[in-house]
């Protein structure tokens, strides 16, 4: 995500870069685990016993949710 | 039962510390959620201790190529209403996502004030809001309503107040005329602010 500062009085056409002083590139928050639910409806679809729509839907998240705890699970198991 | 104190009364919420965000009472989770076009939406802000205030920003979620959102803070009447301007932040572009920013020097003393944001430029704009409605006691309307929203969010409206929608196109006013809507599906803006000394 991106932070944007100007300086006092705000967005200003007629100040260089438009009054802006700072620009950054915040660092995405990093993805929360799941609830118990949603980690066991993510282990049921890994395990191909329900498709991710529906382990999704049967705990109230998305496809996407699912499919980031089962990546944060491959990257915690390949870290030494 | 005495009334509501600042003085007397022990802080709502914690006293942030030098170079800390903070934001304001927030009635509700964060949530994507459409403003009010050229109308004030107020947050309440509670300062717990005297301090300085650098900086004032929103995150917008869904930018517009001509979108702009001007911010700023009001302090409080007798009544804990909005009242008297503090300071105009100016706007932040909102013609990308992100945290966006305005720098601002103003010092307060403890007691209620209210973040504002009055989008502008573009209604097509979204910020980080509240998905609930506010509603605290100082809100409130002259009928009843029927509690399905009970007292949204301030709205500055027109010299008489009511529920009109002021448009508010340039700088904020220096005194903050209420209204309110009632069953309005208005949100309240999550509004960060952070403290400097």
């Known amino acids: 995500m991106k932070q944007i500062t100007y300086g006092l009085g705000g967005y200003d056409p007629s100040k260089p870069n438009n009054n802006i002083v700072e620009e950054i590139d915040l660092p995405d928050p990093p993805q929360q685990p799941l609830p118990p639910a949603g980690a066991l409806a993510t282990l049921l679809a890994v395990e191909g016993v329900l498709t991710v729509i529906d382990a999704a839907n049967a705990v109230g998240l998305t496809p996407n949710d699912l499919t980031l705890e089962a990546q944060a699970w491959a990257v915690a198991a390949n870290q030494p | 039962m005495a009334e509501f104190s600042p003085a007397t009364q022990k802080p709502l919420v914690s006293t942030p510390l030098v170079n800390e965000y903070f934001t304001g009472v927030v009635p509700g989770a964060a949530n994507l959620v459409g403003n009010f076009f050229q109308a004030i939406t107020f947050l309440p802000l509670f300062i717990p201790a005297a301090m300085s205030l650098d900086q004032i920003g929103i995150r917008c979620e869904t930018a ?97 107040g009511g529920t009109t929608r002021a448009s508010v196109t340039g700088a904020l006013p220096s005194t903050a005329v209420v209204g309110f809507t009632i069953n309005g599906a208005h949100n309240v803006p999550l509004i960060q602010f952070r403290r400097s000394a």
């Not at chain 2, 706007?91 to 502008?120: D, F, H, K, M, R």
């Open chain 2, 64 to 160: 517009n190529a001509s979108g702009s959102m001007r911010l700023g803070i009001y302090d409080s009447d007798a009544n804990n209403r909005p009242s008297t301007l503090v300071v105009d932040a100016g706007t932040v572009a909102t013609t990308s996502t992100g945290a966006l920013q305005a720098t601002i020097n103003v010092s307060l003393a403890p007691g209620w004030y209210w973040g504002c944001a009055v989008e502008q430029g573009s209604n097509l704009v979204r910020i980080r809001s509240s998905n609930s409605f506010l509603s605290i006691p100082v809100v409130s309307g002259a009928t009843q309503n029927d509690l399905n929203a009970p007292a949204t969010a301030f709205i500055h409206a027109t010299a008489t």
